[in-house]
Structures are given as structure tokens and as C-alpha cells.
């Protein structure tokens, strides 16, 4: 496979289940980030890992807990979420962390999340 | 900070006609800038991006943005368009230092008719 893929594509759970997203990055890149993607609002940066340590957190509640074992895979483990948090995840990578206001970010197909 | 204002939210427009999307940004330093593409029920594609140097940006699939500095405004264009270009298009900045994030606008959703 090329580029970046997400699994599940679609995922429904309720509130007491705990479940992980899963990204793959197949582009050799250093950077990788979660995003939220909610009906009628921006797009909303969660979480950015350089070299699989994580650079930032953008407020993000405890229930969401990221994790990237390497370089080409990043995870989104969640657990006793709230129906606003419904939303489309997506994960993306960038090559360079340092320099991503200048490099390119490659988007995945994103994770329909449903919490019921 | 920066900010993010698209300031149409939904753009019906024939096929073959022009569009244009307005972005506006507002920074306290300077910035790069960005244009993205969201295809139904796909994630993100970079369309074009402003750097430095020349102030026509030229994209994919026949787009382009000016990026005007005095009105802080980086506007997507295309003469025209086609059912194809039907998808959601997102404007995005960032400032110029080493690691700074993407912030995005709420998107303006195209829909090309035949």
C-alpha cells in the first residue's frame, strides 16, 4: 500500500468500550499527527509526534491517548468517550518535523467515530 | 496565534463557470499558507501552497490562489470548473518558525451542477 491508511474506516462504540485507531504511514516520514474533524467546526490538530515522541498536545482530554511505537505507525487508543465526541479522526505525516510549516502534510481517509 | 476565516461556507456554482473561495488570516507574525482538498469520504490533498517568491500560487487541477499580504487574504480561483471539483476546500496557515502547526478554516463546500 502507498501513503497513509487508517483502520478501521468506520467504528461505533459506546461510551464504556475502549477501542484503538490505527495509522500507517508507507512514505518514509518522520512526523505524524492525529486530528478531530467535527461537523461544523475546523479541523482540530490533537496530537504531533517528530521521531515518536510526542511534540505536542493540544488540550487534549485523557480519554484519547496517542501512541507510536515507530516512525510509520501511529495510534489513537480511546476509552470512555462522550457522544461529542463523534467525529471524523484523521491522521496525517509530514517528512520533516522541524520544517512542517514548510513540508507537505499527507492526510489519511479518516476514522468515522460514532459514540453512542 | 493565527486564525482562519472562509468566509463562504457553501459555493453552488454551474460547470464551466469560474469559483472563487475566499480565505482571510490574521497572524502577529509572518505566515505560510495553504490550500486543501477533501473529496467525499477521503482525507486531505494539498492543492497549492504559498511560501515565499511569487505571489500567483499555481495548483493542481487547474486552481490558483494570490496570496495579498496588505489585505491578508489568500483567495482560491479556478476559470472552470468541473463536476469533479465537487468537494470541500479548506484554507490553512501557518507562521514562519521551525515546528509551528497547521490551523485551518471551517472549509467551504463546492458543489459543481450540471
Redesign the interface.
Known sequence: ETG?TQTPRHLVMGMTNKKSLKCEQHLGHNAMYWYKQSA????E?MF?Y?FKEQ??NNSVPSRFSPECPNSSHLFLHLHTLQPEDSALY?C?SSPD??????S??Y????TRLTVT | AQS?TQLDSQVPVFEEAPVELRCNYSSSVSV?LFW?VQYP??????LL?Y?SGSTLVKGINGFEAEFNKSQTSFHLRKPSVHISDTAEY?CAV??????????????TRVLVKP
Not at chain 1, 492526510?107 to 479518516?110: Q, R, S, T
Not at chain 2, 469520504?41 to 494539498?46: H, I, P, V, Y
Not at chain 2, 515546528?99 to 485551518?104: D, R
Open positions: 497513509v461544523k467546526k475546523p479541523l490538530l504531533v517528530n511534540t505536542e484523521l496525517a518535523p522541524a520544517g512542517a510549516a514548510l507537505e502534510q492526510f489519511g481517509p479518516g | 482562519v505560510y486543501y469520504n477521503q482525507g486531505l490533498q494539498l501552497k511560501l479548506f501557518s507562521g514562519q518558525a521551525a515546528g509551528n502547526k497547521l490551523t485551518f478554516g471551517g472549509g
